[in-house]
């Protein structure tokens, strides 16, 4: 584990950084060496010249020496004591002479050696340049950050921590800092180099591999090989994982496929798929563009992903099925799942009412024998989808649910309910939480009034939200945990229309409404939601003049001690997207996160 600094995002969730080194402590040690050269440069050359004042006592004592010797030649009882005594200081004055050399040696080679120390540790640079994926699809990573070491150790791999639940910030008990090998000791080395290989394998942080299958929010993956630094030794202790949870932003494995390249986190609990290699995606939505929905026309389905602050992407650009037009698409009938549009439409040449269509492909086909029940809506989630179907001589409705390989798991009738009645143009539609099922009706035969109704996931209603007779619900969409509602007053001659949008708890509570007032000829207006973002898309005509406009709020949830939801709100960003008169017919997020297990 490493910590860097965000220099620039360079887009996508790839971010320039500098990866930083332990330069506090490779400071400090310059300071102590420092410091002692500093000492050094006084003690040496005071060293030097008591070595100096020695020598030179030790050349006075030779010269009384020599002259004893004189001595000693015409009168040695005289002279031999002389001699005798000259010679014991000679002795002690060498012996003297050499602890000052060696001591004066001692200084000159911890001052070189020192000073060796200094120059190579002045080398080392105190960060590294380099381009690094953000594990997850987070693009406003700044100051420090966590960074991944692959394998465990430098030069297999550099990925930035998952930012989107907050783990990117750098921590120094989780990420430590690395420390360039010169500045270790030669045990430090040593030590480490020893036991690198066993952590490696038996205490495993991170490893990259490929996703093999998944099924809901488990996948297994293939490990990479990995082999330590140190002797090349295998540092897996087995190479597939299966049953891996995939914890990845507010959509966990929804955006991830088959072949995708991961990274795993090991914890005590077991190991986690909680990001991309490179190139993260996002868990973000996508305008739906619908061409040439008449029958009989070869219409397009086009794909657009609209993420704030950037320019918009087309990301699918398909034929209706089949390519001579002998289908139709039904309005606003839209999900979205891993950026392809799906979209529920009816064949108007056969007893095939409705046919579920990834792209411009058949996945799903509703026979109605009776010739009275007709898909209406779709609502998709990593776990299962949600169709609801429409019968039109009792005026209820049916709620299909599939698994995500499209096998009919349950059906069930929301009865009592005309929201299905011939001539409401389909206008009926579905959106799932985590534990609820939102669909409504606008404006249903029996009053007039648009209501939605909360069902649990067994179909059995919980509650139901009415609106005035001057209100047309336009969409209905959902996030984990909310159910958002888009709709329109009808306030005559009085003034313009006044566009709302309110979102629910699941039992129906409203955590907030927003307003917006616009021209009286306002046709359409959709709203969806995620954590971050509210996109609302306004099809205007003013004065013959179509425009269609995206206004984009920034969303903030309130929740209390236990994470309950308490309030939400909404701040406009300055951007407003807009097309020329597109037909856009609906808004739709990638696939919604999967509802809870019991």
Known sequence: MAKGTVVQHLGEGLYRINLQYAMDRIKAELAEIDARIAELAV???EAK???????????????YLDEWI????????????????????????????????FYVDQLIAEDLGLKKRRALLQKIPEQKAMDVWCADYTTDLSDDIGVIDINGEGGQGVVIQPGYSGE??????????????????????????????????????????????LDSDLASVLLDNAASSAQGLDINQRITLNGVPVVYMDCNAAVFAEGDRVVVRFTDNGPLVVGFESEPKACTPVVLWQLG?????????????PRPDEVWKVIHDEPFYPANGDVYAVRKALSVKKSTPYTVQQESSSGIKSIVVAGSAPVYTYLDPAA???????????????????????????IQNLDTDWNVQGQFEVANTPMCAAGSYGENYIAATTNRIAVFCNRNASDGISIVRILDMAGVEQTTITYPSTDEVAWVSATRDTIVVSRRRNNGASGPDTWFVNEYKENGTQLTEMEFTGPNDNTEAYAVASRDYLYWYLYRSDGGSALEE?????????????????GISYDQRAEVLEAASSNFWGLAFDIEPPPATA
């Open 43 to 45: 003690q040496l050359p």
């Open 168 to 213: 990117a910030p750098y921590s120094a008990t989780r990420d430590g800092i690395l420390m360039p090998r010169e500045a270790q000791s030669g045990a430090q080395v040593y030590f480490n180099a020893a036991i690198l290989p066993g952590v490696q394998k038996w205490f495993p942080r991170y490893r990259v591999g490929t996703i093999q299958s």
């Open 372 to 398: 009275v029940e007709e898909a209406n809506s779709l609502w998709m989630t990593g776990r299962g989808h949600y169709l609801l179907i429409c019968r039109y001589d009792s005026g209820n409705a049916f």
């Open 70 to 101: 004189e001595l000693y030649k015409t009168d040695p009882d005289e002279a031999r004591q002389g001699l005798t005594d000259n010679q014991k200081v000679l002795i002690r004055l060498a012996g003297e002479l050499r602890q000052i050399s």
């Open 293 to 305: 929905y008449s029958p009989g026309s070869a219409g397009r389905t086009k794909a657009f992903d």
């Open 550 to 566: 995206i206004y984009i709020y920034d969303r903030t949830e309130t929740r209390d001690s236990n994470g309950a939801l308490t």
């Open 49 to 63: 010249a008591a070595k100096i004042a020695k020598q030179e006592h030790i050349d006075q004592v030779k010269s």
